[in-house]
């Protein structure tokens, strides 16, 4: 069901049309982050569309403790729950579960944990994160793997990928079961690899070299953006990216800021999820083209413009930076959805801007001035 179209390439850099069952996503893309099947900031799915979102990710391990995989097939899966009709990505649960480093214990089977919630004791292994994600009926399901720290030991790292390589194979064997059953919502549900191996250069490539075999939909490289440096996680795409399939998605998971993005583009990646537009939105801080403000300073008190001139983002075609400063000050929420609606724009139009530099052949001049242009702004 799924097609990878190339359409341009300048370097290393992918321009491309991916067809799902749900519509076509064009790529360079950044998914919009709603974990919960809701953006915070009180940002809707009709919001999304006016914002220029192309597609939507929510996370397994959330939905299934609240409010149940079960209840949202029963509803319809998530595109009818939430009212939203483009592709949507729904990430293992796996980072989550790993991240309750002090509630889970790990065996060859699945990780034993307990829920953030109410404590209850949870069980996620390869075939439940399929069957979940599977009640979901997402577009598209993420493999369930370990993420090990980046700054854990070789032998443990080792152990970990190799892991994460035979849940892999359990994860595709079940993802062609459900599809095949009567009563699966999304019988077209494409499964995603996660290429993992911390910050070892020879474990990430000859990881990279076993999951391209299994000839899957699309492939994501986990574990950067968890404490390793910006170099460093450029050096592992640099040395990565070119040993998995070119005539396929590649996703960064977790990835990041607008010049991580454009760094990453440029060495072959398509795919980008972050919660910062979002997280740092509710905090006061608004993504521009001359770099992050944060709209709580001061000198914003009497600014009448608008948080980025020209930007065509509903706060910006109506608000002023002063009256945003002052929701923000008095804690409206509205100030909260004003900041993440802006955000998420800047992101998705950025996306738009780097396609369009790809067409046009002009990508590096693009970047080039991207960049510098962030270094403009005085906070």
């Known amino acids: 069901m799924a097609e990878y179209k190339l359409l341009k390439t300048e370097g290393r850099a992918k321009r491309a049309e991916f067809t799902t069952v749900h519509g076509t996503v064009q790529t360079p893309v950044f998914m919009n982050v709603g974990t919960c099947a809701a953006i915070k900031g009180a940002v809707s799915t009709l919001d999304l569309k006016e914002i220029g979102t192309q597609i939507e990710l929510s996370n397994t391990y959330h939905l299934h403790v609240r409010p149940g995989d079960k209840v949202v097939k029963k509803m319809g899966g998530i595109h009818k729950f939430m009212n939203w009709d483009r592709p949507v990505l729904t990430d293992s649960g796996g980072f989550q579960v790993f991240s309750l480093a002090g509630l889970r214990k790990i065996k060859e089977e699945g990780v034993t944990f307990h829920s953030h919630v109410d404590g209850r004791l949870i069980f996620m292994g390869p075939e439940e994160s399929m069957q979940i994600q599977s009640n979901l009926?997402?577009?598209?399901?993420?493999?369930?793997?370990?993420?090990?720290?980046?700054?854990?030991?070789?032998?443990?790292?080792?152990?970990?990928?190799?892991?994460?390589?035979?849940?892999?194979?359990?994860?595709?064997?079940?993802?062609?079961?459900?599809?095949?059953?009567?009563?699966?919502?999304?019988?077209?549900?494409?499964?995603?690899?996660?290429?993992?191996?911390?910050?070892?250069?020879?474990?990430?490539?000859?990881?990279?070299?076993?999951?391209?075999?299994?000839?899957?939909?699309?492939?994501?490289?986990?574990?950067?953006?968890?404490?390793?440096?910006?170099?460093?996680?450029?050096?592992v795409l640099d040395e990565v990216v070119p040993f998995l399939p070119k005539d396929k998605p590649v996703y960064l998971m977790g990835v990041g800021t607008p010049a991580n993005i454009l760094e990453a583009v440029e060495r072959g990646v398509d795919f980008f999820d972050c919660v910062y537009p979002t997280r740092n939105g509710r905090h006061g801080h608004a993504y521009t083209d001359h770099g992050k403000i944060n709209l709580l300073n001061a000198k914003y008190e009497t600014d009448d413009r608008p948080i980025q001139e020209g930007c065509g983002c509903p706060a910006c075609r109506n608000y002023s930076r002063a009256y945003i400063r002052h929701l923000l000050k008095a804690g409206e929420m509205l100030g909260m959805r004003l900041m993440v609606l802006h955000n998420l724009y800047f992101y998705n139009n950025m996306m738009t801007e780097i396609r369009n530099a790809l067409d046009n052949g002009c990508f590096a001049s693009y970047k080039k001035a991207k960049l510098e242009g962030f270094s403009t702004e005085k906070e």
């Open 137 to 235: 009926a997402s577009t598209i399901a993420m493999a369930f793997d370990e993420c090990p720290p980046s700054l854990a030991e070789r032998s443990y790292i080792e152990n970990s990928v190799a892991r994460t390589t035979r849940w892999l194979e359990r994860c595709k064997a079940e993802m062609v079961r459900l599809n095949s059953l009567e009563d699966t919502i999304n019988k077209h549900q494409l499964l995603f690899g996660i290429n993992q191996g911390g910050t070892l250069t020879d474990v990430r490539i000859e990881h990279a070299k076993r999951i391209t075999d299994m000839d899957l939909d699309g492939y994501a490289v986990g574990g950067l953006a968890v404490g390793e440096s910006h170099e460093e996680m450029y050096r």
